[in-house]
């Protein structure tokens, strides 16, 4: 053991941790301003799409207005946090390493803390960059209103009395953003509320039909901006599922797939809406 006195750790003064955060966060930050795909929201389904997409060279950006990512993904359901899957979403597990039990034919359960970290740390490793404590206020458009970027804006704004400040936000330009905001579709309603598409909410809870069609419908609801996990549900008025997660790992690997077809191909994302 060192003596009390002695110094274990490399001399640093608080300038030179000062400058190391920033200079660090505004480069990473820079080099964020532009991106192939901007994926708003860190749950189940935007952190498997995100890891696909940056395991194949694009530029993915996730924002999460939370601290914390993995959105429902840490607690199952009932403050239970339990994670229930149906097959085939145990191929996944699999895949990303992740410990299950098998409790009936086709039906498993894993814990919700591992689960999730391993998730988030399969997306950071294969390079998605994150902004959390960061929400989505608006959508930028160009022409046809084809969704080109988002406007973001820290969280804790949001909790600023418009008496005190009004701090306006900055925007991020993408060649696709997809909303993986769950049940509030996020993004998407930032259109629903200028009339330009309907989003009607989730219909009732209906497991065994709902996981299919939200892998199904899963997919470009306007031009430059598509859909995954809850948010196809809220956008199509799709069953809910409960707290059953296959369809929302399997709807991000499905999504990432179209993405990585429109990032190739721009000029699909004009014409490729599902309907
Ligand atoms: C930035 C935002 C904003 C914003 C929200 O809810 P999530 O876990 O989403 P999914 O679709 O990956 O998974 C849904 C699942 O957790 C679930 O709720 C299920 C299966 N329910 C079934 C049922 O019947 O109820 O994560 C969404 C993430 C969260 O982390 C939010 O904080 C974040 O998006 N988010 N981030 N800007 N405006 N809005």
Redesign the pocket.
Known sequence: MPELHDSVFAHADEKDVTRALVREFAAQFDELIESDVII????????ICGKILAEQGFKTLI????NY?????WIGGYLMNKVVLRAPSDDILDDLGIPYKSVGPGLFVADGPHACSRLIAAACDAGVKVLNM????DVVVREGNRVAGLV?NW?PVQALPRQITCVDPVAIETKVVID?????A??ISHLARRGIINVPG?DP?WVDR?EDEVVNRTGVVHPGLMA????V?SVYGLP??????G??LL??IKGAEIAADLIRTPAATHELVAK
């Open positions: 708003a929201g860190a749950g189940p389904s935007g952190l924002v999460e207005r939370n990512l993995g959105g429902g993904f960061t929400s989505v206020e973001i969280t993986a905001t769950g049940h509030d996020s993004v989730c809870m709902s995954i996990g809850m948010a549900s809910r599922m409960g707290p059953s997660f369809a929302m709807s991000g």
